[in-house]
């Protein structure tokens, strides 16, 4: 299992941000995907999931897009209107989550917005 996320970076509020997240491993095609936000300080919280099929949930405020191409496994993460509140390191993962110490959570991007 190998999750490699990019396209953060530092943006201004009301910039837009758009996340991907590369996955291998075959349990991409069987396995529900979620992005998570860790703001500074703060754990690690779920921001968006999407299923197999696509359905999707959304636990932060409105504005996120998450959508999937399951024939290149890679999950992706949308919004506009960034705000400063939306800083953090983004990381994506199986959705729930892994649990433990010895959870795999690959490296994250992290994506400042400036105010």
């Known amino acids: 299992v190998q999750l490699q996320a990019s396209g953060g970076g530092l943006v201004q509020a009301g910039g837009s941000l758009q996340l991907s997240c590369a996955a291998s491993g075959s349990f991409f095609s069987e396995s529900s995907m979620g992005w998570y936000r860790q703001a500074p300080g703060k754990e690690r919280e779920l921001v968006a999931a999407i299923s197999v099929h696509g359905a999707t949930k959304y636990l932060k405020a409105p504005g996120f897009a998450i959508s999937r191409d399951n024939t290149r496994n890679i999950v992706y993460l949308q919004k506009k209107w960034l705000k400063p509140e939306d800083t953090g390191v983004y990381y994506c993962?199986?959705?729930?989550?892994?649990?433990?110490?010895?959870?795999?959570w690959g490296q994250g991007t992290q994506v400042t917005v400036s105010s």
């Open positions: 993962n199986v959705e729930p989550p892994p649990r433990g110490p010895e959870a795999y």
